[in-house]
Nanobody, 124 residues
Framework: QVQLVESGGGLVQAGNSLRLSCAAS????????MGWFRQAPGKERMFVAA????????YYADSVKGRFTISRDNAKNTVYLQMNLLKPEDTAIYYC?????????????????WGQGTQVTVSS
């Protein structure tokens, strides 16, 4: 079992930055692919970014490319999402996710573990 605990959400003005953190428990968590999804009010949960546990490969949703950066510290079993140039449309609950599967974690159905979520609100 893996438990994921997010932190770092909050309220910011458009154009500013936030960094989210996700701490994972479990001895093998560093080998998992980990990432982030987000869910805006009334919308489906959508993929944001992920990083492979095997080689550190990263991939992003088109809507955040060039603004968001995902990274991980395997010694701390922690994944980070640095969010720059935030826009009001980035407002959502951000969920940390993890999977043991080899396929890209770009869909909700490919996630094995979820965090409880952290709210990010971007004002205009």
């Amino acid at each position: 079992q893996v438990q994921l605990v997010e932190s770092g959400g909050g309220l910011v003005q458009a154009g500013n930055s936030l960094r989210l953190s996700c701490a994972a428990s479990g001895r093998t968590a560093s080998s998992y692919t980990m990432g982030w999804f987000r869910q805006a009010p009334g919308k489906e949960r959508m993929f944001v970014a992920a990083i492979s546990g095997s080689d550190g490969t990263t991939y992003y949703a088109d809507s955040v490319k060039g603004r968001f950066t995902i990274s991980r510290d395997n010694a701390k079993n922690t994944v980070y999402l640095q969010m720059n140039l935030l826009k009001p449309e980035d407002t959502a609950i951000y969920y940390c996710a993890a999977t043991t599967r080899v396929t890209r974690m770009t869909a909700v159905g490919r996630v094995d573990y979820w965090g409880q979520g952290t709210q990010v609100t971007v004002s205009s």
